[in-house]
């Protein structure tokens, strides 16, 4: 089964950027619709960011242009770029690949915003 793994989450001061690293194992990633999602302790998991394989694009509505989705189809990978990042956007962000019956999750990564 393909995996999915997550890099570059950390800490960041209000106002700063971070780039998000999704990659995909195997050779299906061309049908996957990419995901961005993001959970905290007091909310349940929500949309930041997908991309179909058509390449459309849709964004949480706490998202308000701030962050960008892209996919390297290459690479395997889905990037999530986090610019203007609130105090607020601090959360585990975690990467989805689905495709019919496949719902493929990573572990996470923890994104924190704080000054």
């Known amino acids: 089964q393909a995996q999915v793994v997550e890099s570059g989450g950390g800490s960041v001061q209000p106002g700063g950027s971070l780039t998000l690293s999704c990659v995909v194992s195997?050779?299906?990633?061309?049908?996957?619709?990419m995901g961005w999602y993001r959970q905290t302790p007091e909310k349940e998991r929500d949309l930041v960011a997908l991309?179909?394989?058509?390449?459309?694009?849709r964004y949480g509505k706490a998202i308000k242009g701030r962050f960008t989705i892209s996919r390297d189809s290459v690479e395997n990978a889905v990037l999530l770029q986090m610019d203007n990042l609130k105090p607020e956007d601090t959360a585990i962000y975690y990467c989805?690949?689905?495709?019919?019956?496949?719902?493929?999750w990573g572990k996470g990564s923890r994104v924190t915003v704080s000054s």
């Open positions: 989805n690949a689905a495709s019919g019956g496949i719902d493929l």
């Open positions: 195997g050779d299906q990633f061309t049908t996957y619709q």
């Open positions: 991309m179909t394989t058509r390449g459309e694009t």
